[in-house]
């Protein structure tokens, strides 16, 4: 909770996507994109939630991820 001006309290939940690099092969924009899976994972879990990922390289032209 956050208190206000006016003594009003506010609720503030977070949700968090968090990846990290393993390999030179992996671009910034798959590791973007890890993070923003991650993010997205975090939000389906529930509220005030942090999600890690580890970018695997795409291949194929698919996101590969692996929970960290």
Partial sequence: DVDCRDNETIKVTVSIGCASR??????PD?????A???LYRAKESGRNRVVS???LSMKDGKKKTAAA
């Fill in 22 to 27: 393993q390999r030179q092969t992996v671009s």
């Fill in 30 to 34: 798959e590791l973007l994109m890890a």
């Fill in 53 to 55: 990922v580890t970018a």
């Fill in 36 to 38: 923003d899976a991650a």
